[in-house]
């Protein structure tokens, strides 16, 4: 009788597990469809190495669960070396245009072309590559100073720290190291022992020296 009533018992637990798990395994199947649908088509084009002029045709745009598009029909071109200024009110739009343009976003319908090439078509890494971002909300790793400008392309070679050197000139980061207690080996995060915070102005110092260091083709 017992060992009856145990095995009653595994049962009904067993169908209790089985009974929780299927939940989990919607949000498996839906986390499947969702890849499928935003994943990228293998690449067929092949960028510039300098690009010399991208060109937006009619893009649209709209984030995911939202009712209106964050940008809607818009075509532009931004020429090599021209400085562009976006103008408009907050939540028009501007950042999403910005991360349209560098490829971090694809268009839901028209298209964004460097030098005539869709950068839908073209493999991502090449893409990235060829592209520093530097956002109005820093990025504030919680690494040392050196390593969180460093990271804008971790691979690059320096030796004598030339280049880092002359990132943190170009954009002011050299005066804010100059005041930490460890100079670049300070840890830039106040939850590890001896590390210091930074202000907003300087964190964004900080961002602008990775997007200098990261060097990317202008
Ligand atoms: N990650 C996101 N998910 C959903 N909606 C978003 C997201 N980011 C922005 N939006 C929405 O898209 C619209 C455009 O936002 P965007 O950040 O491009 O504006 P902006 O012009 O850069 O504004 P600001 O001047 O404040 O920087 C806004 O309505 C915003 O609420
Ligand atoms: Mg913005």
């Not at 009788?1 to 199947?29: C, K, P, W």
């Not at 072309?113 to 504030?140: K, M, T, Y």
């Not at 100073?145 to 050197?165: F, H, K």
């Not at 590890?192 to 260091?213: E, N, P, T």
């Amino acid at each position: 009788m017992r060992t009856a009533g145990q095995s009653v018992a595994n049962t009904i637990y067993q169908v209790n597990r089985l009974y929780e798990a299927s939940f989990y395994l919607d949000l498996y199947r839906s986390c499947v469809d969702d890849t499928a649908r935003r994943s990228r088509p293998a690449a067929t084009g092949r960028l510039h190495d300098d690009p010399g002029e991208i060109t937006l045709t009619d893009v649209t745009f709209r984030y995911p669960g939202q009712d209106t598009p964050a940008v809607d029909g818009v075509s532009c071109t931004f020429r090599r070396g021209e400085v562009i200024a976006l103008v408009g009110e907050n939540g028009s739009g501007k950042s999403t245009l910005a991360k349209l343009v560098t490829g971090l976003y694809l268009p839901d319908s028209g298209t964004v072309a460097w030098d005539g090439v869709d950068i839908a078509s073209v493999d991502q890494r090449e893409l990235h590559d060829r592209v520093a971002v530097v956002f109005q909300g820093p990025l504030r790793w919680p690494m040392h100073a050196e390593n969180n400008v460093r990271i804008g392309r971790i691979e690059r070679p320096d030796p004598g720290g030339a280049r880092l050197a002359e990132a943190a000139a170009r954009s002011g980061t050299d005066g804010v190291v100059a005041e930490l207690p460890d100079g670049w080996a300070t840890v830039l995060s106040r939850e590890f022992q001896g590390g210091r915070d930074l202000s907003g102005g300087q964190w964004q110092r900080i961002s602008v020296a990775r997007g200098l260091y990261r060097d990317a083709p202008s």
